[in-house]
């Protein structure tokens, strides 16, 4: 007695909608909806109660559409290719459905490095949190290449952060970003004494831009850096204890500083679960 699937078929020369369903573990309204777009028909449909009938040949399609659906053919895609034909035409499709499919993975991976980049983000605002962690310390600043833009920078937090200008200017270049929102100031002196008015906008770029020309590798030094709990208003604050802390220890401070906005008006609008790490690159005097 053959089998299909590892149920036992009898030999007969044509099988009802409800038996296919069942040798084949698949629906009847899947089996209706095969026939509606011509992958799977039957091979008779009695006049009297319309009942749709098979033959072995045509069940034996059904685990060749289960396949293609496998992988990541659709429906309309499967015209054509499920009853055989010529190799040039199943190259072709094939050749597509690869290109297709990984257009599909890299985007599926985009999505994953930004999902998990603002995951680490939350975790590492609530250890910040949980533990009150404000002492400035000394660290190695790791080489990382940003996607940048310099922009006018009055003091507006919200605006400078969750920034439309940046996302228009990422969009035109096609370019996908990771990771917190990051500004660069060029004098930490004017930036703490409320006297900066531009700031340098930089984000992580998930993958090389096309068109993205303001592109920054910028660390691989030592930096002080503090984290700041709280409303940005007075993150300026954090400056005077990184001067103070690098005099005390023999350090000089550089020109710019950083500001690594961890969680922010992107993750929340209560400014007082807001962590920001501010930065300052030292030297040793």
Known sequence: MPVLMGVYMEEKKLYSIGEVSKICNISTKALRFYDKIGIISPDMICKENSY???????????????????????????QGLVEGNTYYYLEQNFRNKIDQLCLQEQQIHNSYVAVKDWYEL???AKMVLQNNVHEVSVRFLPESTFCSLTQSFGYNYMESIINIEWTNHLEKAENEITGPVILKFDS?????????????????????CKECLNRQTYGGIMVA???????HETIDEEYERIVNWAAKRGYQCG??????????YWTTRNPEEFVTEVIVPVYRQ
């Not at 072995?56 to 499967?78: A, I, N, R, S």
């Not at 930036?191 to 531009?198: A, F, L, Q």
């Not at 020109?255 to 922010?264: C, H, M, P, Q």
Request: aromatic share 14%; proline share 3%; hydrophobic share 30%.
């Open 188 to 208: 930490f002196e004017d930036k703490m004494k409320g006297r900066c008015d531009t700031a340098t906008i930089m984000q992580k770029a998930i993958h090389p």
């Open 255 to 264: 020109k710019e500083s950083f500001e690594r906005y961890v969680v922010d």
């Open 52 to 78: 749709r009938y098979y033959n072995k040949e045509t069940l034996m399609t059904v685990p060749v559409v289960k396949y293609y659906k496998q992988m990541g053919f659709k429906l309309e895609e499967m």
């Open 122 to 124: 939350i975790q590492e």
């Open 225 to 231: 850096s503090v984290y700041h709990i709280g409303k």
